[in-house]
């Protein structure tokens, strides 16, 4: 039946080329640009039944329209087809001189032109389609040689030089020429020159913030990108008095380079929308360069994600900007060494004040000393891991959507890191005098501390967390894979809280074996059980509200609550689509990948519910993983209760305290919205009393970013 289906298909696809007459079809005619008419028919009907039978993934080729004849279709002259194609009295260029006199609002329209095209690029646009439509800007290029089109927008200048010659103070005297030159013309309406006076003083302190020094100075940095988020307002303000030169800009400035694209219209973005994004790129600049604060390497991490997490996302110049504040010229902020990072943050997580970390261990030079040995392998495992260090820090800089993809592959690289850390952690005992821990387990099993492998492994948790996470955050996942994906979520977090107390354990025996206690030991100690705790709370806290959620999907996915994806999917199974979300960690040798019957029976419901002729009914397991879920919001709610009310130096956020705090509040607000939705299910299940819960329940899924936290994805449920 299926076969008989698809040959008539194929039959209806073929006719579909043929220039017969058929009833109910329109005929129209045309004159072409070559002179002879056309019979032109309306297939839409017959082509649209003839596809709506298509299943998804299905393809129906006709075998005798081939490549030749489909280059063939494309008609030249034709407006439609021929990009280059001029309409009658139009010229290739049109004809604007840019060099003639202009008034004084049409100056302050031009101005605000250019930066509205300039903000399209900031936005991710290309240049062909914003600044480089502009004649004034065509006049300001130097070199003329052709430049095809790249995918990303960050460096596609078409190889075509924009004052690069020139150094930025040369500008800067241009500019200051202008101002005095406007203060001079006592004669020009005072509304409009001080209107062009705001504008160029914005060229002016926005080139001043933009040059970048690889010892910036902070304050000054900040106060300058300050003093352009001020003039922002009056330069609103003055956008009355501006009259826009619409002629002075042109799609056929494209014509102009070689693009693997025809020529597309320009990007249009209102005033509104581009002084919005130019002062959040002045605030998320002045912001930026509180990283440059260096209170340890957790802070300079939690900085880095949080502020990228903000919404809007900075745009791409604030995340470049950010990548070269945190290294830049074999530098970590600009004053410190990757060495130093990487030693502080092995400190802070598993070697507080450990001889392996000592900085003395480098001026010894008899190879037979131990600490000659130590600093030997230490100074070849920081070689080895300082690029898969520095590009967790490169991978959170991106958008999110490639963040998650980076960290994809970069979760591969310390899975090989943790690898060759264990190798070293061997090799380094012969020099440490390292004891292994023996008590709690039998006589004959030695437990070692492994701390370089701990550091990697505890990396490599975190970034599959992350790379969880960022699929809620980015809808990647469907309705009936919240549960499940929650629940691996909690399984993630669950061995990183077995990490994190392994850890401890060694650290505190360490502390106990330390006879002598310096006060630079001490802190040191202090502030590694400090960092332990904190992030146990946090993975804690983490694992239960997964917990919840997980058992609340589980719940609903019986009695189609929620919108279920299409039917019609022929080449997916629920294996696979298990494999592809798990296909991140497979090659991973711990912790173990679930599989996907273990995902199923820890996220189904297998007994307890009776089917039927109206739908599911509820049983009584349903109910039972409602208190499960209810308990776990409970606790979720609590540990997260306890993790927002951390100070800014014990919870590592310092620079970033806000917005830390604000991402706290909106995960407890989760919390609290999961909570309401388990009480709410619960009472729908003692409503319904075994009939369809369909019937009394009704459920809503929040859109893409419309979650108290991108994170926590919780349905809103009411009773009908």
């Known amino acids: 039946m299926e076969g008989d289906t698809v040959n008539s298909l194929a039959k209806d696809v073929l006719q579909l080329h043929m220039a017969a007459e058929q009833d109910g079809g329109e005929i129209c005619t045309r004159q072409s640009t070559t002179g002879y008419t056309q019979d032109v028919q309306d297939i839409s009907t017959t082509f649209k039944n003839a596809a709506s039978v298509l299943d998804t993934g299905q393809l129906v080729k006709d075998p005798y ?50 930066l509205c095209h300039e903000m399209a690029w900031h936005m991710g646009h290309p240049l062909s389609q914003s600044l480089f439509s502009s004649y004034y800007i065509d006049r300001l290029r130097i070199g003329a040689e052709h430049y095809y089109e790249e995918e990303d927008f960050a460096s596609n200048l078409y190889n075509r ?45 926005l080139l001043r913030a933009m040059e970048f020094d690889l010892s910036p100075d902070k304050a000054a940095h900040i106060q300058l990108w300050k003093d352009c988020a001020n003039l922002l307002p ?71 994600y949080v502020f990228q997490s903000r919404k809007p996302q900075p745009a791409i110049y604030i995340r470049c900007l950010l990548q070269s504040l945190i290294f830049n010229d074999m530098k970590v902020l600009g004053k410190i060494t990757i060495t130093k990072l990487i030693y502080d943050d092995l400190a802070e997580l598993v ?94 099993t030695e437990i070692w501390s492994f701390p370089l492998s701990s550091w990697a492994y505890y990396y490599k948790l975190r970034q599959m967390e ?16 919240l549960s499940p994906m929650y629940w691996h979520l909690s399984h993630v977090a669950g061995a990183k809280i077995q990490h994190l107390e392994r850890i401890q354990t060694f650290v505190s025996r360490r502390s106990e074996q330390s006879m002598k206690w ?67 960690f497979m090659q991973l040798s711990i912790p173990k990948v679930p599989s996907y019957a273990e995902s199923t029976a820890a996220t189904s419901i297998t007994f307890g519910i009776e089917r039927t002729g109206g739908g599911c009914s509820v049983g009584g397991q349903a109910y039972s993983i409602l208190d499960i879920a209810e308990e776990a919001a409970k606790v979720a709610r609590k540990e997260w209760e ?41 009472k729908g299940v003692q409503k319904a009393k075994g009939n369809t819960l369909k019937d009394f329940l009704q459920a809503e899924m929040p859109g893409n970013g419309q979650s108290y936290h991108d994170f926590w994805v919780v349905p809103k449920l009411s009773i009908r």
């Open 65 to 114: 329209f081939t490549l030749f004849e489909a280059v063939g279709a494309l008609e030249i002259m034709d407006p439609k087809m021929d990009s280059g194609v001029l309409a009658d009295n139009e010229t290739f260029e049109d004809e604007f001189d840019v060099l003639r006199e202009i008034l004084p609002g049409e100056l302050i329209g031009l101005m605000d032109q250019i």
């Open 161 to 205: 030089n924009l004052l690069t010659n020139f150094d930025a103070s040369q500008v800067q005297l241009l500019l200051q020429e202008a101002m005095s030159f406007m203060e001079e013309q006592s004669n020009m309406d005072d509304a409009l020159r001080r209107a062009i006076i705001t504008r160029l003083t914005f060229r002016q302190r």
């Open 234 to 304: 009056e330069l609103r303000q003055s956008q009355q008095f501006g009259k826009p030169v619409e002629e002075a800009f042109s799609v056929k400035m494209q014509w102009k380079i070689a693009s693997s694209m025809p020529p597309r219209p320009m990007v249009a973005i209102s005033s509104e929308e581009a002084h919005t994004f130019l002062n959040n790129l002045c605030r998320d600049a002045a912001d930026v360069y509180h990283v440059l604060d260096y209170h340890g390497c957790s802070n300079v991490l939690n900085f880095t």
């Open 351 to 444: 070697l507080p004040a450990d001889a392996l970390l000592d900085p003395a261990n480098g001026n010894v030079e008899a190879p037979h000393d131990p600490r000659f040995q130590m600093a030997r392998e230490m100074g070849a495992f920081v070689l080895r891991i300082g690029d898969p260090f520095l590009d967790i820090f490169r991978a959170i800089c991106m958008n999110r959507s490639r963040t998650r993809r980076m960290l994809c592959h970069l979760v591969l690289d310390w899975e090989t890191v943790q690898l060759e850390a264990e190798n070293l952690d061997v090799e380094l005992r012969k020099y440490t005098g390292e004891k292994p821990l023996t008590e709690g387990g039998p006589a004959d």
């Open 466 to 481: 992350w790379i969880v996470q960022l699929g809620f955050e980015l809808g990647i996942y469907q309705n009936d894979e």
């Open 518 to 584: 310096s006060a630079k030991r001490r802190q040191d100690f202090n502030r590694c059980f400090s960092f332990l705790e904190v992030t146990l709370t946090e993975a804690s806290a983490t694992q239960w509200l997964a917990i919840s959620l997980s058992k609340l999907y589980t719940a609903l996915s019986p009695f189609a609550l929620l919108p279920a994806r299409p039917q019609r999917l022929p080449y997916s199974t629920p294996e696979l689509r298990h494999e592809l979300r798990m296909r991140p």
């Open 642 to 682: 306890a993790f927002g009310k951390l100070d800014a130096e014990a919870a590592r956020c310092i620079n970033c305290e806000e917005w830390w705090r604000t991402s706290v509040k909106d995960v407890i607000r989760a919390c609290i919205i999961c909570s309401i939705a388990i009480a709410t299910m619960k």
